[in-house]
């Protein structure tokens, strides 16, 4: 069972800027259960869309896969196919903890866990590649870069799976999603303070783009059939194909 996320009590917070550091480590899953709307629905899609679009012999990439919950997915749709995963995450907690959780497979050569920044990864043979719920983590500036390498080493039809935090162009829309996903929290057990402690230590830290940058970044990359698979306030997943 995941460890209550409490970091945000007003007896912890450290005002630090947000990371994934160890304490974060420990309390992620719950963390990112009870913030993202539609985040268990967006893993059970990785899993569906990987079996329609993973080609055999070829890889899948999990990138930023912090405790490797989209990596499992990935496992599932592949499952006794020939293929290698590769899991990627800068944060030295993230990949210690997957390397223990999915031990007997990184020992079977199928799964392979990296800690190394996502701007360096070199990306080969994909068929699937997962970015989920990431970029907005990642240096506006580089995001572009990020997605050109992907396209590069993507197979052709193979599929990029992209989830992502959104705002609005219409400051009332963007008001009343903020207002909702406020709710939401809340109700999964957030106290106001909390709510408001951590969005003031993602400040800079996670900054996101319109759904529209989003689309015209892939198209400019050479990306096809690009598509919204699912929306929850102000979340969403879009595909893109090679």
């Known amino acids: 069972m995941a460890k209550r996320d409490n970091i945000f009590k007003a007896s912890n917070s450290n005002d630090l800027p947000f990371s994934f550091n160890e304490e974060v480590t420990e309390v992620f899953e719950d963390m990112i259960d009870r913030s993202v709307p539609g985040y268990k629905s967006s893993l059970k899609l990785i899993e569906n869309l990987g079996k329609n679009y993973y080609q055999n012999n070829s890889s899948c990439y999990d990138l930023g896969c912090s405790l490797g919950a989209s990596t499992l997915s990935l496992l599932k749709a592949v499952e006794e196919k020939d293929g290698q995963i590769y899991a990627v995450d ?126 015209q970044r892939l198209i400019k990359i050479g990306f096809r059939e690009i598509r919204k698979v699912m929306s929850n306030l102000n979340f969403f997943t879009l595909i893109a194909q090679k």
Not at 154 to 169: A, Q, V, W
Not at 186 to 196: A, C, D, L
């Open 90 to 215: 800068n944060s030295k907690a993230m990949i210690s903890n997957c390397n223990s959780k999915f031990k007997n497979l990184t020992d079977s050569n199928k799964l392979d866990f990296i800690n190394q920044d996502l701007e360096d990864v070199e990306i080969k043979d994909a068929s699937v590649v997962v970015i989920n719920f990431v970029l907005q983590f990642i240096d506006s500036s580089k995001r572009e870069g990020l997605l050109e390498r992907v396209f590069c080493g993507m197979k052709k039809n193979g599929l990029l799976i992209l989830s992502e935090k959104t705002h609005f162009d219409n400051k009332y829309r963007n008001q009343a999603l903020f207002n909702l996903h406020h709710s939401f929290k809340f109700k999964n057990g957030y106290t106001k303070m909390e709510i408001s402690r951590k969005r003031d230590a993602l400040e800079g830290v996670l900054i996101t783009d319109l759904e529209k940058d989003h689309r």
